[in-house]
């Protein structure tokens, strides 16, 4: 099993950055990849971003494309998720995931995931 703990959450206005980061332990030599999820107030928790084991592959929700960007470090036990251009309806609690034995980007389905963190609030005011 994989422990994820993620950080980097906070408070930001409309058109600001912030990075999301999120630690892993446990089991981190088996290969996973890597997902961000978010869940706003009152909604289902929907796929954000995805990243592949080896990092060369990633896949966005439409909503993000083009803004958000998800990376890992080279020791594959900490990916990011850099947010820019933030809007407020990007307002969510964020979600870290893992997909074990998983190299290839999984579909965006929080089924594909086996591993989950703690969440970590964004709020982006206007």
């Known amino acids: 099993q994989v422990q994820l703990v993620e950080s980097g959450g906070g408070l930001v206005q409309a058109g600001g950055s912030l990075r999301l980061s999120c630690a892993a332990s446990?089991?981190?030599?088996?290969?996973?990849?890597m997902g961000w999820f978010r869940q706003a107030p009152g909604k289902e928790r929907e796929f954000v971003a995805g990243i592949s084991w080896f990092g060369g592959s990633t896949y966005y929700a439409d909503s993000v494309k083009g803004r958000f960007t998800i990376s890992r470090d080279g020791a594959k036990t900490t990916v990011y998720l850099q947010m820019n251009s933030l809007k407020p309806e990007d307002t969510a609690v964020y979600y870290c995931a893992a997909a074990p034995s998983r190299l290839g980007v999984p579909a965006p389905l929080e089924s594909e995931y086996g591993s989950w963190g703690q969440g970590t609030q964004v709020t982006v005011s206007s």
């Open positions: 446990g089991r981190t030599f088996s290969s996973y990849a």
